[in-house]
């Protein structure tokens, strides 16, 4: 059974930084392209940042220079680092595992940036 479990979101003043985590199992997480997406309420679930097996990185450009992603081939875990963070990055945040043609999801964990 496949599980990507979030943890790590939370509230945070603008300005702040939080790091979420992504701990998988039930897959062989080294040859899947692992990514974060975001959802804010009313909007459309959108990509923020992914990374191949590889190690090549890409973003969504209102997050390139305050967001890292990475990840931990030896204990199966994805990271965003998030830093710099403005009121818009609040959302629900989802780890996401891709290889063609298998593609799963995790639960979510809520980020919330407001004073």
């Known amino acids: 059974q496949v599980q990507l479990v979030e943890s790590g979101g939370g509230l945070v003043q603008p300005g702040g930084s939080l790091r979420l985590s992504c701990a998988a199992s039930?897959?062989?997480?080294?040859?899947?392209?692992m990514g974060w997406y975001r959802q804010a309420p009313g909007k459309q679930r959108e990509f923020v940042a992914r990374?191949?097996?590889?190690?090549?990185?890409n973003y969504v450009d209102s997050v390139k220079g305050r967001f890292t992603i990475f990840r931990d081939n030896a204990k199966n875990t994805l990271y965003l680092q998030m830093d710099s963070l403005k009121p818009e990055d609040t959302s629900v945040y989802y780890c996401n595992a891709d290889h063609n043609p298998l593609r799963f999801w995790g639960q979510g964990t809520q980020v919330t940036v407001s004073s």
């Open positions: 990374i191949t097996s590889g190690g090549f990185t």
């Open positions: 039930g897959i062989v997480f080294s040859i899947f392209t």
